[in-house]
């Protein structure tokens, strides 16, 4: 189990806020108590709190860029056939430096892109930024074990792994009176409706995603 959080600015001003991404990752460290690590780029900032398992070494850190330095993941799961994707994708050309299914999981999008979902086996919820286009794309396996969390509005967009993440990165701490409605009445509330106001649990779906690009 890992933990990852990340601010994608549509707005210049909200870049003065990517500073609170270090807060974030500690927040998440229950998660992933071995490693933390951050990413910053003109729009984005990312962070990862890590919990080795695949591969322990710091070849497998995260945040993970590519080669090519135009590709940035953060990643919570594992991937079950990752040994099997990565024969393939060794076959069209793509050379590996680490011994994890976050590399795999990486390039496998950059030659798949969304189609990537198709062939993944596992439980996962990840995000990719391309610095190329100022995009990004949030995806959750098709049975939601991991959790996403979002929340958006003009300025920007904030995602993470726990509700722990979004509230260290600053999003207004209001509660949504529909959701406490119905938790009074059901005793739980269902996904993807949390608890605070405008804040929403990505929806589980072999291609669930959410894609933005600044502006």
């Given at each position: 189990?890992?933990?990852?959080a ?25 998660r992933?108590?071995?490693?933390m ?36 993941l ?5 991937i079950?056939n990752?040994?099997?994707?990565r024969?393939k ?10 011994q994890s ?5 990486l ?10 979902l ?14 190329n ?9 098709r ?6 969390y ?6 920007k967009?904030?995602f ?8 260290a ?12 409605q119905?938790?009074?009445?059901l ?6 409706h949390?608890?605070i ?19």
């Amino acid at each position: 189990m890992c933990g990852f959080a990340g601010i994608l600015a549509f707005d210049s001003s909200v870049k003065n806020d990517f500073h609170k991404i270090n807060d974030a990752a500690k927040a998440l460290q229950s998660r992933g108590p071995d490693d933390m690590g951050t990413y910053f780029d003109e729009n984005i900032a990312l962070g990862h709190s890590r919990l080795a398992i695949i591969d322990t070494s710091n070849s497998g850190k995260q945040p993970f860029t590519d080669i090519s330095k135009r590709y940035t993941l953060v990643f919570n799961g594992e991937i079950f056939n990752y040994k099997e994707l990565r024969k393939k994708l060794e076959l069209k050309g793509y050379h590996f430096k680490s011994q994890s299914d976050t590399e795999v999981l990486l390039y496998q999008y950059i030659e798949e892109k969304e189609n990537c979902l198709k062939e993944l086996n596992g439980e996962f919820a990840f995000a990719v930024y391309d610095n190329n286009e100022n995009s990004l794309f949030l995806a959750r396996d098709r049975f939601g074990i991991k959790p996403l969390y979002y929340y958006m509005d003009k300025k920007k967009l904030i995602f993470s792994s726990e509700m722990k993440g979004l509230i260290a990165l600053g999003i207004p701490k209001e509660i949504d009176q529909a959701s406490l409605q119905t938790y009074l009445h059901l005793n739980y509330i269902p996904s993807p409706h949390p608890i605070i106001h405008n804040v929403s649990n990505l929806t589980a779906a072999p291609l669930a995603k959410l894609t933005a690009n600044p502006h």
